[in-house]
């Protein structure tokens, strides 16, 4: 009997979600502090205070630029790659991307290695995103998650792959700060953790090219009957082959301009919510670092943690609320979740306070996973990809945007209130809600 609803373990991307992600948390942690200690020796010669304000301000001019870059340059390649996965093979987004990370991070252990200039990270951002970047890679797991599981079962699917990522995301964080300190008796420090990167990357290339399957599509009842009449926000389920191949007759004079409008408020709410999610996870590296935390590698890495612990209690919130309550419901108390969280940030100053902040945003990543999973069930199972790379490259340049203009707030209010950033992500957030009513 072949586990979860019929399909073959080598259809599962888990595998490529859960690789790729402790990758990434092992790489996020050492560029920051790759970056910081650049700074750091530039600015050794200045008094103490005086230093603290330079290295603020050089790191976060740092990330302005690479953020820019590496946002920027996925909207050369990730449409057309997209494009491809849905025409010519699903694994196309998947495995060009993860040769691009593996090329970019690889620049990273030669820059430690050579003593190669910071600015060498602004090639690899671009290599990074001109192979299809994230946006590209997350577009093409979705698309294979979707592909396999039933519009009934759906929400859960998505929040299970995000679930794995947070996992893997916890552990790597966990380990990062040991791992770039460690050995450095006999390597220079952030050696054994980038090289650890690299490995993970290397892994799920050849996981991807050689053992994973892409699974056929589920049947949906948008397949089965167009234009079934939406009901409060959803598509009902599919019951049964009378009731499912009968559509109202409201929805049959006028079948598709009710999924467009759905399609275009669940876009706004996504890039609304992502708006306050990147600005306030944009800043707060530096905010950690920055007095009165003062965070040093091993605290950052708990830090990161704390964070991807969220995955664990999305996953749960989802798998209890998918049984009571509509999708709809599930995005605003998402919402809710970080947005009280976020504002609670804004006057962290003690590190109880920070874990405090992180609890109570527990059900954060509920909202974009389910209105993925929305969206899927309002177009054919040949369109997710170019769908899903849409609403991916929506919140790339929202990012974008919102991380030079956050980090710009951040330089300007640091010395006024370092946590205004924060309030501006709850406002935001806030905004996030009217689309959803």
């Given at each position: 009997?072949?586990?979860?609803?019929?399909l073959?373990?080598q259809?599962?991307?888990?595998?490529?979600?859960?690789?790729?992600?402790?990758a990434?948390?092992?790489?996020?942690?050492?560029?920051?502090?790759?970056?910081k200690?650049?700074?750091?020796?530039?600015n050794?010669?200045?008094?103490?205070h005086l230093?603290q304000?330079?290295?603020?301000?050089?790191?976060s001019?740092?990330?302005?630029?690479?953020?820019?870059?590496?946002g920027l340059?996925?909207?050369?390649?990730?449409?057309?790659l997209?494009?491809?996965g849905?025409?010519?093979?699903r694994?196309?987004?998947?495995?060009?991307?993860?040769l691009?990370?593996?090329?970019?991070?690889?620049?990273?252990?030669?820059l430690?290695?050579?003593?190669?200039?910071?600015?060498?990270?602004?090639?690899?951002?671009?290599f990074?995103?001109?192979?299809g970047?994230?946006?590209t890679f997350?577009a093409?797991?979705?698309?294979?998650?979707?592909?396999?599981s039933?519009?009934?079962?759906?929400?859960?699917?998505?929040?299970i792959?995000?679930?794995?990522y947070?996992?893997?995301?916890?552990l790597?964080s966990?380990?990062?700060?040991?791992l770039?300190?460690?050995?450095?008796?006999?390597?220079?420090?952030g050696t054994v953790?980038?090289?650890?990167?690299?490995?993970?990357y290397?892994?799920?290339?050849?996981?991807?090219?050689?053992?994973?399957?892409?699974?056929?599509?589920a049947?949906?009842?948008?397949?089965?009957?167009?234009?079934?009449?939406?009901?409060?926000?959803?598509?009902?389920?599919?019951?049964?082959?009378?009731?499912?191949a009968?559509?109202s007759?409201?929805?049959?004079?006028a079948?598709v301009?009710p999924s467009k409008?759905?399609?275009?408020?669940?876009?706004?709410?996504?890039?609304?919510y992502?708006?306050?999610?990147v600005?306030?996870?944009?800043v707060?590296p530096l905010?950690l670092?920055r007095?009165?935390?003062s965070?040093?590698a091993?605290?950052?890495?708990y830090g990161?943690?704390a964070?991807?612990?969220?995955?664990i209690?999305?996953?749960l919130?989802?798998?209890?609320?998918?049984?009571?309550?509509?999708?709809i419901t599930m995005?605003i108390?998402?919402?809710v979740?970080?947005?009280?969280?976020?504002?609670?940030?804004?006057?962290?100053?003690?590190?109880f306070?920070?874990?405090?902040?992180r609890?109570?945003?527990?059900?954060?990543?509920?909202p974009?996973?389910?209105?993925?999973?929305?969206l899927?069930?309002?177009?054919?199972?040949?369109s997710y990809?170019?769908?899903f790379v849409?609403?991916q490259?929506?919140?790339v340049?929202?990012?974008?945007?919102?991380?030079?203009?956050?980090?710009k707030i951040y330089?300007?209010t640091?010395n006024?209130?370092?946590g205004?950033?924060?309030i501006?992500?709850?406002l935001?957030?806030?905004?996030?809600?009217?689309p959803?009513?």
């Amino acid at each position: 009997t072949l586990p979860r609803g019929g399909l073959p373990p080598q259809t599962w991307v888990e595998p490529v979600v859960a690789g790729s992600q402790l990758a990434s948390a092992f790489y996020d942690t050492a560029l920051l502090l790759v970056v910081k200690n650049y700074y750091n020796q530039t600015n050794s010669t200045a008094p103490s205070h005086l230093m603290q304000d330079a290295q603020q301000k050089a790191v976060s001019n740092f990330y302005i630029i690479y953020n820019l870059v590496l946002g920027l340059s996925p909207l050369v390649s990730a449409y057309g790659l997209s494009k491809l996965g849905d025409k010519v093979h699903r694994k196309i987004p998947i495995c060009l991307p993860l040769l691009g990370y593996l090329g970019s991070k690889s620049l990273l252990l030669l820059l430690i290695l050579l003593d190669w200039p910071i600015e060498v990270m602004y090639g690899a951002a671009a290599f990074n995103g001109l192979t299809g970047g994230f946006t590209t890679f997350w577009a093409g797991i979705m698309a294979l998650g979707s592909l396999g599981s039933s519009e009934s079962r759906r929400s859960l699917r998505l929040i299970i792959i995000e679930l794995v990522y947070g996992l893997a995301g916890f552990l790597g964080s966990m380990a990062s700060g040991y791992l770039f300190v460690g050995f450095s008796d006999r390597y220079r420090e952030g050696t054994v953790l980038v090289s650890c990167s690299i490995a993970c990357y290397a892994f799920c290339l050849l996981y991807s090219i050689f053992v994973l399957i892409v699974p056929k599509s589920a049947p949906s009842c948008t397949a089965k009957a167009k234009g079934v009449e939406e009901v409060g926000g959803q598509v009902p389920a599919c019951t049964g082959a009378a009731e499912s191949a009968q559509p109202s007759e409201s929805s049959s004079k006028a079948p598709v301009t009710p999924s467009k409008l759905i399609i275009i408020l669940l876009f706004v709410a996504a890039i609304l919510y992502d708006l306050a999610v990147v600005g306030a996870m944009n800043v707060l590296p530096l905010f950690l670092l920055r007095e009165p935390l003062s965070w040093n590698a091993v605290q950052i890495g708990y830090g990161n943690a704390a964070g991807y612990a969220i995955f664990i209690t999305s996953f749960l919130g989802v798998f209890v609320f998918s049984k009571y309550l509509r999708d709809i419901t599930m995005i605003i108390i998402g919402v809710v979740s970080f947005t009280v969280g976020v504002i609670i940030m804004a006057f962290v100053r003690w590190t109880f306070l920070f874990y405090i902040a992180r609890a109570v945003m527990l059900f954060a990543l509920i909202p974009l996973p389910t209105i993925r999973s929305m969206l899927s069930k309002h177009v054919e199972g040949s369109s997710y990809g170019k769908v899903f790379v849409l609403l991916q490259l929506s919140l790339v340049i929202t990012g974008v945007v919102t991380s030079t203009v956050f980090n710009k707030i951040y330089q300007s209010t640091l010395n006024w209130y370092s946590g205004f950033c924060f309030i501006l992500s709850f406002l935001a957030g806030c905004l996030s809600l009217l689309p959803l009513r």
